[in-house]
Nanobody
């Protein structure tokens, strides 16, 4: 299983950004993809997740309404792209953003330990 995050960069406060996560290697469609972020000196935190087979979503409460997750299925072999749209960026959004995957267990979990597959992260820097 491989995940490749991209789309980070330097953005001015108030702007928007769309991050992409290319997912490949799953042998079924029953998995969840989530986005996390980690700021310097802070723990990695959940932002949003999506169930690949049914599109159900979950968000971290403080960012809901400003962050949107969506998925695109490129082909029938469980290769896919998951996007994270972040609007109205603030300097507090500066972090490394990671995508991660987990085999579905029912609800979309928000803890790091549930996710066994991780991408390498993409850096988002928001200037004031």
């Amino acid at each position: 299983v491989q995940l490749q995050a991209s789309g980070g960069g330097l953005v001015q406060a108030g702007g928007s950004l769309r991050l992409s996560c290319e997912v490949s290697g799953f042998t079924s469609e029953y998995y969840d993809i989530a986005w996390f972020r980690q700021s310097p000196g802070k723990e990695r935190e959940f932002l949003a997740g999506v169930g690949w087979n049914d599109g159900r979503t979950a968000y971290r409460d403080p960012v809901e309404g400003r962050v949107f997750i969506s998925r695109y299925n490129a082909d029938s072999n469980a290769n896919s792209t998951v996007y994270l749209q972040i609007n109205n960026l603030t300097p507090e959004d500066t972090a490394i953003y990671f995508c991660a995957a987990a085999v579905q267990v029912g609800i979309i979990y928000k803890d790091v330990a549930t996710y066994g597959y991780w991408g390498q992260g993409t850096l988002v820097t928001v200037s004031s």
